[in-house]
């Protein structure tokens, strides 16, 4: 759902860039909270993760194909706040060096497909696992409904800015109707992905899933007919923290293998924007991108003529340069937390 230069006026283009500037400056400020020394790292990884899955188109209907927007997969992995600033580094990697989705339009791109989906999927994901059990299933099922809703709501909210913005004639009514039914279409497909990639992290470490936090409830015991909290005969010594390092490598490798392999196979039909676009005569009025002579244009090396080995190669910069962005980002962030966090009592009293 990369809206490419042209598609809405400058003055919408601009207000979309100050709600999304504001958007990621709040989250930077929420970020702090998120990110600690283990997860810092791990937020890069998400990053480059989205990055490489949306690489993998997949095709939902007749000539039109889909692919992952990640809002509802970040926001469940290292948290909302977190969320929002994974997809935005995504979009800014894949409009400066792959020419996708335009400059002019990156707060449109980052409101829609970063702050939208983050919203919407995390409310709902909240909300569902208040209800249903504490348990990993439920946390899994959680993300496949989040990430459901979260895409068709991205659609609507796009079309509400081409209604206030839009710099062609085509009627609203058919712009919504067509964007939410093929975006629906594509929202199971972010489902599947979504739960599938939360199902297995949750599998191995659910410590390091934001989502799952707090997920073991304490071992109850029946005393005088009441339910109370068991106490530990005795007190353990706190257990040191588990590396990430493995779960690192094992989602980088993943990344590596998707960009540079996988994405060979996607589906070569264009997007669901991309469609209703051309159905619709919407991209009557589209730009050349600012980023069109880039070496990396179009996801592929300029100079390489092999379709394969030019595709994998950009796929494989592109989970390299998102994951250093990204990674030195939430590093950043994470150590404004370290300076801003106060000192303990202990500590003023030295």
Same mark, same amino acid.
């Given at each position: 759902?990369?809206?490419?230069?042209?598609?809405?006026? @400058?003055?919408?283009? =601009? $207000? /979309?860039? #100050?709600?999304?500037?504001? &958007?990621? !400056? +709040?989250?930077?400020?929420?970020?702090?909270?998120?990110?600690?020394?283990?997860?810092?790292?791990?937020?890069?990884?998400?990053?480059?993760?989205?990055?490489?899955?949306?690489?993998?188109?997949?095709?939902?209907?007749?000539?039109?194909?889909?692919?992952?927007?990640?809002?509802?997969?970040?926001?469940?992995?290292?948290?909302?706040?977190?969320?929002?600033?994974?997809?935005?580094?995504?979009?800014?990697?894949?409009?400066?060096?792959?020419?996708?989705?335009?400059?002019?339009?990156?707060?449109?791109?980052?409101?829609?497909?970063?702050?939208?989906?983050?919203?919407?999927?995390?409310?709902?994901?909240?909300?569902?696992?208040?209800?249903?059990?504490?348990?990993?299933?439920?946390?899994? @099922?959680?993300?496949? =409904? $989040? /990430?459901? #809703?979260?895409?068709?709501? &991205?659609? !609507? +909210?796009?079309?509400?800015?081409?209604?206030?913005?839009?710099?062609?004639?085509?009627?609203?009514?058919?712009?919504?109707?067509?964007?939410?039914?093929?975006?629906?279409?594509?929202?199971?497909?972010?489902?599947?992905?979504?739960?599938?990639?939360?199902?297995?992290?949750?599998?191995?470490?659910?410590?390091?899933?934001?989502?799952?936090?707090?997920?073991?409830?304490?071992?109850?015991?029946?005393?005088?007919?009441?339910?109370?909290?068991?106490?530990?005969?005795?007190?353990?010594?706190?257990?040191?923290?588990?590396?990430?390092?493995?779960?690192?490598?094992?989602?980088?490798?993943?990344?590596?293998?998707?960009?540079?392999?996988?994405?060979?196979?996607?589906?070569?039909?264009?997007?669901?924007?991309?469609? =209703? $676009? /051309?159905?619709?005569?919407?991209?009557?009025?589209?730009?050349?991108?600012?980023?069109?002579?880039?070496?990396?244009?179009?996801?592929?090396?300029?100079?390489?003529?092999?379709?394969?080995?030019?595709?994998?190669?950009?796929?494989?910069?592109?989970?390299?340069?998102?994951?250093?962005?990204?990674?030195?980002?939430?590093?950043?962030?994470?150590?404004?937390?370290?300076?801003?966090?106060?000192?303990?009592?202990?500590?003023?009293?030295?």
């Amino acid at each position: 759902m990369h809206v490419p230069d042209g598609f809405i006026n @400058a003055p919408v283009s =601009v $207000a /979309a860039g #100050v709600v999304a500037a504001g &958007a990621v !400056a +709040v989250s930077l400020r929420g970020a702090r909270r998120e990110l600690d020394e283990r997860t810092a790292p791990l937020a890069g990884l998400v990053a480059a993760f989205i990055f490489a899955v949306q690489m993998l188109n997949f095709p939902v209907a007749a000539g039109t194909s889909g692919h992952l927007l990640g809002g509802a997969l970040a926001a469940i992995l290292v948290g909302p706040w977190t969320g929002v600033l994974c997809i935005a580094v995504v979009l800014l990697m894949q409009g400066i060096l792959f020419a996708d989705g335009g400059l002019t339009a990156l707060g449109v791109n980052i409101t829609v497909m970063g702050v939208v989906t983050v919203v919407v999927a995390y409310a709902l994901f909240r909300g569902l696992v208040l209800l249903l059990p504490r348990t990993r299933a439920s946390v899994t @099922a959680a993300s496949f =409904v $989040a /990430a459901l #809703v979260s895409v068709p709501a &991205a659609a !609507a +909210v796009f079309t509400l800015i081409y209604a206030v913005g839009g710099t062609t004639d085509v009627p609203v009514s058919k712009v919504l109707t067509a964007m939410v039914g093929v975006h629906t279409l594509i929202g199971i497909g972010e489902a599947v992905i979504t739960m599938l990639t939360v199902g297995a992290v949750v599998a191995v470490r659910p410590d390091l899933v934001y989502g799952a936090r707090g997920l073991t409830a304490p071992l109850k015991l029946r005393v005088g007919g009441e339910l109370v909290d068991a106490v530990p005969a005795t007190e353990p010594a706190a257990a040191p923290a588990r590396s990430p390092k493995k779960l690192w490598i094992g989602g980088l490798v993943t990344a590596l293998v998707l960009a540079g392999f996988v994405s060979f196979y996607a589906s070569a039909s264009p997007d669901g924007l991309e469609k =209703v $676009a /051309a159905d619709k005569g919407i991209d009557s009025k589209v730009e050349d991108h600012a980023a069109a002579d880039s070496p990396l244009a179009d996801y592929g090396v300029r100079g390489i003529e092999t379709a394969r080995l030019s595709g994998g190669l950009a796929g494989t910069i592109g989970v390299g340069a998102t994951l250093a962005v990204g990674t030195g980002a939430f590093w950043v962030v994470r150590r404004r937390r370290a300076h801003t966090e106060p000192r303990t009592h202990a500590e003023t009293t030295v």
